[in-house]
């Protein structure tokens, strides 16, 4: 086993900010939708359209470094391996098999992350954030009388934004039980709080494609 | 290397960021009190200044006979004011409008009717008694004749100037003409209320939100005219210039112009918080700072002319309820009176069409006497409160047309309703004095008809709060549908969609999990 730094400070301060803010915006949203009341209804639009604020602001920053870092191309999505990840969670799982991708600064992400983060980033956040902007401000271009780019009714607008937003609670249901999947219970929250992980030193394992197994080739336990 | 692992100290700055970010986000959304109701504050609290003692003028020092020599005395030094006054609504009782569908036509009290004492035609000598004027008995009053001017009915400052009760506009024979000359002034809340809190036959009959309680109201009741409030009167809204008042009825008005709003004095976004602004593109002042009418007294809400006529004994009766409301009127019929009323909501765009007398109407359909213009597309519209009026009044079965009957005669045998109960003969001479026909078989038909909702505003403290409209159940605004109100509605499919997404997500990972916990008590595997 070796100690990586898998999430950098800005990465990790990311992660978790905007974290908390999509559960607040879940919440003061829902509560917009009428379907509990916590806040209040005047104080849950006010934080939730501050909050929208703040949550594009970080988005901002975290496209600037996505881009100059280089992490962009995390989220190249890649078929290699996906069957391999699907089956492990699957079966692998149950049965103590080792994950089937490697994962290290370069490559932090398994097929199916890449897929589902890159359908985030592209397709469900822009859609919150356009359809959160238009549900801000739409009554502006009608009011000024620009018909043009009037947006002559809310509806379609805000039934996309709760689409989008039952979409997201779905993702975070699944994704908080997905942290419990890796090396052990605790270590990708761990990891995602410190920014390190131990990561198994697996030049003695192969990914056997005909059997979708990782196949330990030494008889080596590790321990640390 | 392992010391730099992980700082400690990163925990407590996140939360830290977090924290400054929640306080800058409060204090970006602070309130402040608006710029604007300073100055209204500041404005409104210049006392007027008199420029003529009228009680010094030699002109008024006479002990006049009639009320028409005190018109004459008024217009001798002000000489050009009652060619203003002929041409007001207070004396014409009708403007000119144009409305789609009916061209360039005539509205006002002189033809239009309601559903309450549905209208003057044959009764002229009751109705009047609120005219600007003298004499108005039947359809053949010169409207050109100055000297019938009413100036005292609005100017009369020594309050003990009173119209008599079937008396055609003219004062009550007690009345101390000379008095009330030397008195005259700006009109006061006493002068418009003579007439506007009473119409309809009683205090608060018909608007709901003009009563004679606007007289001694507090804060709670009407923040403009209260004492402890803004103490206005009406007139300091309501402007006139050459006699041409500012604001108007729908009950008798049909096109936007003219007309009275609160953005006059408060702007077109008199809120500090914008999201409340942007609420006045769509929802008028009115609809969250009128919270209820009928504040203090009852106002009518329900009239069913088809109970007149009961007698004991042969003779007329009346019933009340325990605060002294009649709910039963031989003359009248039954009424139904609400306090403290949530108003009904529909969008304005400022147009509006009425019940003519002759329109031809479906008896099996409520009929509307008003109907208030515009929906959420409608640029100009906007949600307003109203008060709705429901009747049930008399209606010619054969010509299919809603009947002005004679209500009124100074006594038995003229064929008045309220004096002879024939509804036969009633509406016989109603609709001869209308110029309109009358089959000879009558019944009666549902009518409603729309009050806006404008007075009695309440202090911000009282304004609507979020839910009462952004609700799921109950929502104010329930009966407007042509629009998505967040908290109200939701889309059905969506929601079913999204509910089976959580619901199976929830699933998966319990499963998943079980299975995960099973798998690793039997074989012993890494968790």
Redesign the interface.
């Known amino acids: 086993m070796k100690?990586v730094?898998i999430y950098n400070?800005f990465e990790?301060?990311w992660h978790?900010?905007q974290a908390?803010l999509i559960i607040f915006l879940a919440m003061t949203g829902l509560e917009?939708?009428?379907s509990f009341?916590f806040f209040?209804?005047?104080q849950a639009?006010?934080?939730h359209?501050?909050?929208a604020v703040?949550l594009m602001i970080l988005i901002v920053f975290a496209i600037f470094w996505h881009f100059t870092t280089g992490n962009w191309k995390q989220y190249l999505p890649t078929f290699e391996n996906l069957r391999a990840q699907i089956d492990f969670?699957l079966t692998g799982?149950?049965?103590?098999a080792a994950h089937p991708v490697k994962r290290d600064v370069l490559s932090k992400l398994n097929p199916i992350q890449r897929l589902v983060y890159l359908g985030l980033k592209i397709l469900v956040i822009p859609i919150m954030v356009s359809s959160g902007l238009l549900y801000m401000y739409y009554?502006y271009p009608?009011?000024e009388g620009m018909v043009g780019i009037g947006i002559?009714?809310?509806?379609s607008v805000?039934?996309l934004h709760?689409?989008g937003?039952?979409?997201l609670?779905?993702f975070i249901?699944?994704h908080l039980?997905l942290i419990?999947t890796g090396q052990?219970?605790g270590s990708n929250l761990k990891a995602m709080?410190?920014?390190?992980e131990d990561i198994e030193d697996d030049d003695d394992k192969v990914y056997n494609p005909k059997t979708t197994e990782i196949e330990v080739k030494a008889d080596e336990t590790t321990t640390n | 290397m392992k010391n730099n692992?992980?700082n400690p100290l990163?925990?407590p700055i996140?939360i830290g960021?977090?924290l400054v970010?929640a306080v800058v986000?409060q204090l970006?959304?602070q309130q402040r009190e608006s710029d604007s109701l300073e100055r209204l504050k500041i404005q409104y609290a210049k006392p007027h200044q008199v420029a003529v003692d009228h009680q010094k003028l030699p002109e008024l020092q006479v002990n006049f006979k009639a009320p028409q020599d005190v018109t004459r005395a008024c217009v001798s030094c002000h000489t050009e004011r009652h060619k203003e006054l002929l041409n007001s609504s207070h004396w014409k009782w009708a403007r000119e409008v144009y409305i789609p569908g009916r061209g360039v036509t005539i509205v006002g009290k002189k033809n239009m009717i309601n559903n309450f004492c549905i209208g003057i035609g044959s009764n002229e000598v009751s109705c009047t008694r609120c005219h600007a004027g003298y004499g108005w008995e039947d359809a053949s009053f010169d409207f050109k004749n100055w000297e019938n001017i009413d100036c005292l009915v609005c100017h009369d400052n020594s309050g003990q100037y009173l119209k008599s009760r079937g008396g055609a506009g003219y004062p009550d024979s007690q009345t101390d003409l000379r008095l009330a000359a030397q008195s005259v002034a700006l009109p006061t809340r006493d002068n418009c209320g003579s007439c506007h809190f009473y119409s309809g036959g009683g205090n608060n009959v018909k608007h709901g939100d003009l009563e004679e309680a606007i007289l001694t109201a507090d804060r709670n009741v009407d923040v403009h005219m209260a004492f402890d409030g803004g103490n206005l009167e009406c007139i300091a809204c309501h402007e006139a210039e050459n006699h041409r008042m500012l604001g108007k009825l729908y009950s008798v008005s049909s096109m936007n112009r003219n007309r009275m709003n609160c953005e006059k004095c408060h702007g077109d976004f008199p809120h500090s918080q914008n999201?409340l602004n942007?609420h006045t593109?769509?929802v008028a002042c009115q609809t969250c700072h009128i919270p209820e009418f009928a504040k203090v007294n009852a106002t009518k809400m329900y009239w069913d002319w088809s109970q007149a006529g009961k007698l004991k004994d042969g003779k007329a009766y009346s019933e009340e309820d325990e605060d002294g409301n009649d709910i039963y009127l031989s003359i009248k019929g039954a009424f139904k009176w609400e306090k403290h009323v949530k108003p009904e909501y529909v969008w304005f765009n400022g147009t509006a069409d009425h019940y003519f007398l002759g329109d031809k109407v479906d008896k099996t359909k409520t009929v509307k006497m008003n109907s208030l213009n515009g929906d959420?597309?409608d640029?100009d519209a906007k949600i307003i409160p109203v008060k709705v009026h429901r009747s049930k009044q008399i209606y010619d079965c054969c010509n299919k047309t809603i009947i002005q009957p004679k209500l009124y005669a100074e006594e038995k045998g003229r064929g008045g309703y309220w004096k002879d109960f024939d509804w036969n003969i009633a509406a016989k001479l109603g609709m001869e004095a209308v110029n309109e026909a009358y089959s000879g078989k009558y019944c009666f038909v549902k009518t409603e008809m729309s009050w806006p909702v404008n007075h009695m505003v309440s202090p911000k403290e009282g304004a609507l709060?979020?839910?009462e409209c952004?609700?799921?159940t109950g929502s104010r605004l329930a009966s407007l549908t042509d629009?998505?109100l967040?908290?109200?509605?939701?889309?059905r499919f969506?929601?079913i969609?999204?509910?089976i997404?959580?619901i199976?997500?929830?699933i998966?990972?319990l499963i998943?999990?079980l299975?995960?916990i099973i798998?690793?008590k039997k074989?012993g595997?890494?968790?």
């Open positions: 100690s730094k400070r990790r301060f978790w900010m908390a917009i939708h009428g009341t209040g209804y005047e639009v006010r934080y359209s501050t909050a703040f969670y799982i149950f049965r103590g009554r009608q009011r002559f009714e809310l509806k805000a039934v709760t689409l937003a039952y979409i609670i779905a249901i699944t039980y419990t052990t219970v709080i410190t920014g390190w | 692992r992980f990163g925990v996140f960021a977090m970010i986000g970006i959304t999201i942007e593109i769509k959420y597309r640029r709060t979020c839910t952004h609700t799921r629009f998505y967040p908290g109200r509605d939701s889309n969506v929601e969609i999204g509910k997404l959580l199976l997500s929830v998966g990972v998943h999990a299975m995960r798998a690793s074989g595997a890494q968790s």
